[in-house]
């Protein structure tokens, strides 16, 4: 893994044109000139591009006058096909599907020619909700860290004394942007979730779990002196309310006796948390508040 490859997380409403055309494409074929039946027939198993192999140009698109890759490749033609080095003529938009069980390798298991094994017998559409219309906007709240980050890093889990890789990190979601000032975000309205990560020929990332999560506890801030104004401006950096638990953090030690419960029909031993009140630098008479609104 390198650590210095970047992992971005979206949140929100995100545009379902995949390809950047403006229209929605899909393998489902219109039946009667009607839209399609859902249903996926051999033929349609073409990907997202909408043709097969022999007429792919090699950006993205489809040949239109019934010549195929390879025979312009021996013509010389460089105007109608992509004949850049790491085009493969065999699959010149590189979409096809292809994954053996319990390999590592995952480049091409969202290739969606060919894929009718893979995801059941469905058409492959850019419409992922399945609302009859592409969805174009681009209203989502976004974080971008660094695998090698401390701020956000929670923790590691150990096995045998040693590290085993699998990292925590929490993120509050006030830390997150959002990625037009003039959209519409709203945290009630969540659609997508997106992953992102760069540099993908020097990382891979294996995700055991996503999960967004409230607190039942609320920082009111805090106070200079006995006054009750307390404030949340700067506050962060003095006092800050979390969970710890025996899932997610390796170092926390259950109060002796203390065990998450125990289900005996799945012989699975529940996680234990206790929150944290973490007062990191409270001057002589500051104040810090908390509620719970649980
Ligand atoms: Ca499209
Ligand atoms: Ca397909
Ligand atoms: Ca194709
Ligand atoms: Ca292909």
Redesign the pocket.
Known sequence: MDQKSELSIDLGKISEDWNGDGSLNTEDIPVAGMIGDGLLDDAED??L?GC??ES?DGWGGCLQFGETYNELLAAGSTILINVADDIDPN??????WNYDEGSYDYKRIN?T??NALDAGRYPDTEDLDRTGFLDKTNDYFTKTFTLDDTTYFSGETIKNGQPTGWRLFRIPLSHFEIIDSTGNQEWNEIKFCRLRLSDTTQAWVQIAKIELVGNEWQELGVAPDSSDSYSKTGSDSVFAISVINTEDNANYDPPQGVKGEYDRINEIRSKEQSLVLNSISLSPLQRCCFKNIG
């Open positions: 073409i990907g591009d097969a192999d792919e699959d010149p938009n590189s979409d096809n290739g020619e060919g």
